[in-house]
């Protein structure tokens, strides 16, 4: 722990230009199983050495297939989950130091929006009461002041007049609306980050994108870092700078958005790119090019890189044996695969 | 079994209504579309717009508050809607045209082998002994992508990939000439909903099965679509190839709809369509999409027919 807290103390002093808000270091979340009920059987390595920091202001989307452990990842910046091991420092806090009232205080300054809207909010509360307990919780003791602080979020996503919302429950509000509500939850307590699970999968085409443009316009008035978890590449450009591609608990591919989705690298990324479609008559004349076989389990990953088993330029006797190092091909533009090892200086 | 020039699916003046303590709800108010064979079709809509009940109302799956159920469905020239219930079940349920349901993954018995579960249709409709069953049960397995032994273990020891799977294999067993397929990809994931569509694809190629593919995922509908229905508050408003419907469609609410879809590879801002869709209990009298129209006029009060244009159908004033 104190060597801990000496390198974080040295971090500040070396990096002197702009601390990071988020900074995580080979961050292993794994989950233990059980045989019946008490027995060791092993670990569920949901994130296996992950590392990035975020700056203030900075949106970053996170992409990868179910069980990738991107979820894992999330619910342990939002302080659900504790590290096995690894640092998350938030706005200058590590984590795994804080307890009780500390990580109460945490919390409060990472705003959540969740993936299903409905099942997101209580359905026996209006919407008045949903915004207002977390005020309550988070210590505001002036009702007029927990009013007013409502107001202005409901005011920020555009649920207007606010007066008409308040007494209504979850099941009287449209899809739109209801994720509307869940993002001014987010915004209540004024945080620093959200982080943004699917916040638009549950809903329509049409509505989507509306979303989409409101969280990107709190984003940017309001200075926000977001971490966007999506498994839809093509949402990804109109709202983050970066792209992190997660599989099988390691992030292979980190790059600038438009760096990424012109030039991927990863062949993981490639299937993904080449997967996503347009909308095109022409597609229904051509097959689509799919990796075989299905991601690894996470009890017992394969040895060496995570993709190998399914990837059509694996290296025999190298993908297969070491795991893959991050390589910078070009600046700026992280990929943990071994073709790029030359190619890195 | 097909003779050439006939269609395989009409359907006409299709209405489904539920009974409500509100009212009746209009889930799926005159619809028809025709569907040649080994074409598919996809049906998109927003949720809610009645594109399940359509489904529901073909298949004659009703739940007990129904209101009105009438129109005629033509399947190989047979109006299937005049059978009886029992004649229905055994004659076209299955064998005429089976469904995929929506979260088919999730709809297979967690108790029973998969193998057996997909043997069963085969079993009571072809009236098959069970080692014949599974014989075409290998087959479809086949066509589908599953490997063989896969027909011992039980749903859970699957994939959701490989379950959906199952589940077209299960739809496919008794060789039915139209399937129905009721948001096929929605819950998986990216790749597996690439590999899903292939399947299906080679399927239409390789058995010559027609499929209605009902969905709101526009850009993945288009890997499957021969020809595009819009469905719009219990109404199709636009009917059309799916190469002419792609690039330039025709109903308003189509191109917003299609505006709206976020694109991987053009830098086009996508918009979003302002309002929600009128309610089904008491939809307004005229064009149900006047409400949130830009290109809106007097005649839009009115309810619009059909119109036919180079092939294409669409139902709006502007076009007449």
Redesign the interface.
């Known amino acids: 722990m104190i060597t801990d807290l000496r390198e974080v103390i040295m971090n500040v002093q070396t990096d002197n230009e702009a601390q990071p808000l988020l900074s995580i270091k080979d961050l292993h979340v794994w989950y233990e199983l059980r045989r019946f009920g008490f027995g060791h059987a092993g670990y569920v390595k949901a994130v296996d050495g992950v590392s990035f920091d975020l700056a203030e202001g900075e949106t970053v989307a996170v992409v990868g297939?179910?069980g990738c452990g991107k979820s894992s990842l999330m619910k342990t910046i939002l302080g659900l989950n504790i590290p096995t091991s690894g640092e998350v420092v938030f706005d200058n806090e590590n984590l795994s130091e804080l307890k009780g009232d500390g990580l109460r205080h945490y919390r409060f300054k990472i705003g959540y929006v969740q993936q299903d809207p409905y099942g997101a909010l209580p359905p026996f509360m209006t919407v008045q009461k949903i915004l207002e307990e977390p005020l309550i919780i988070s210590g505001m003791k002036n009702k007029e002041e927990r009013l007013a602080r409502i107001h202005k979020a409901m005011s920020e996503v555009k649920l207007h007049p606010v007066e008409d919302y308040l007494e209504k429950f979850p099941h009287m509000l449209?899809?739109g609306q209801q994720q509307r509500i869940v993002i001014a939850r987010a915004m209540l307590r004024e945080p620093k980050l959200i982080v943004a699970d699917e916040p638009v999968s549950m809903l329509?085409?049409?509505?989507?994108?509306?979303i989409?443009?409101l969280m990107r316009a709190l984003q940017e008035s309001h200075g926000l870092s977001v971490i966007y978890i999506t498994?839809?590449?093509?949402?990804v450009?109109?709202f983050s700078a970066r792209i992190f591609v997660m599989y099988a608990g390691n992030l292979i591919e980190k790059a600038d958005t438009r760096r990424l989705?012109e030039n991927p690298l990863h062949p993981y990324t490639h299937?993904?790119?080449?997967?996503?479609?347009?909308?095109?008559?022409r597609?229904?004349d051509t097959?689509?090019e799919?990796?075989p076989g299905?991601p690894p389990s996470l009890v017992n990953p394969p040895k060496g890189c995570r993709f190998h088993p399914r990837c059509a330029k694996a290296i025999a006797g190298l993908c297969d044996e070491k795991f893959p190092p991050d390589f910078e091909p070009e600046p700026n533009h992280f990929v943990a695969c071994w073709l790029y090892q030359d190619a890195s200086s | 079994m097909n003779t050439t020039s006939q269609k395989l699916l009409h359907i006409d003046k299709l209405v489904l209504h539920f009974k409500t303590r509100g009212g009746a709800v209009q889930a799926v108010d005159g619809v028809n579309f025709d569907l040649d064979a080994n074409r598919a079709v996809v049906v998109l809509g927003e949720s809610g717009c009645g594109k399940s009940s359509l489904a529901k109302a073909m298949l004659r799956l009703l739940p007990r508050n129904v209101e009105k159920y009438e129109g005629q469905v033509f399947l190989q020239g047979t109006d299937v809607m005049a059978f009886q219930d029992e004649e229905f079940r055994k004659n076209v349920r299955w064998v005429g045209m089976s469904l995929v349901p929506q979260a088919a993954m999730n709809s297979l018995n967690p108790v029973i082998k998969v193998g057996d579960q997909v043997a069963e249709p085969a079993i009571t409709h072809l009236g098959l002994n069970k080692a014949e069953a599974l014989g075409l049960v290998r087959k479809m397995f086949q066509h589908v992508g599953v490997p063989f032994d896969f027909a011992d273990r039980y749903p859970f020891e699957l994939s959701g990939g490989m379950r959906q799977r199952v589940a077209l294999a299960m739809a496919l067993v008794t060789s039915p000439n139209l399937v129905v397929l009721d948001e096929p990809t929605s819950a998986l994931d990216l790749l597996t909903q690439a590999n899903i569509m292939n399947v299906l694809k080679r399927i239409k190629h390789e058995l010559g099965t027609s499929f209605i593919l009902i969905t709101h995922d526009i850009a993945t509908s288009s890997e499957l679509a021969d020809e595009v229905a819009i469905m719009y508050a219990g109404q199709i408003v636009e009917v059309g190839h799916a190469r002419d419907f792609f690039p330039a469609p025709l109903h308003p609410y189509s191109q917003m709809l299609m505006a709206s879809v976020p694109r991987l590879r053009s830098d086009s801002d996508p918009m979003f369509i302002t309002g929600q869709p009128p309610s089904l209990l008491n939809p307004p009298k005229g064009c149900r999409f006047a409400a949130r129209c830009p290109y809106r006029f007097e005649k839009c009060d009115e309810e619009p027919p059909m119109f036919g244009k180079n092939g294409r159908k669409v139902k709006c004033w502007l076009h007449a």
């Open positions: 297939e179910s449209s899809g329509d085409a049409s509505v989507r994108v509306e989409l443009k498994h839809d590449l093509s949402t450009k109109y989705l299937a993904l790119l080449a997967a996503t479609s347009d909308p095109d008559a597609n229904a097959y689509k799919v990796p299905e």
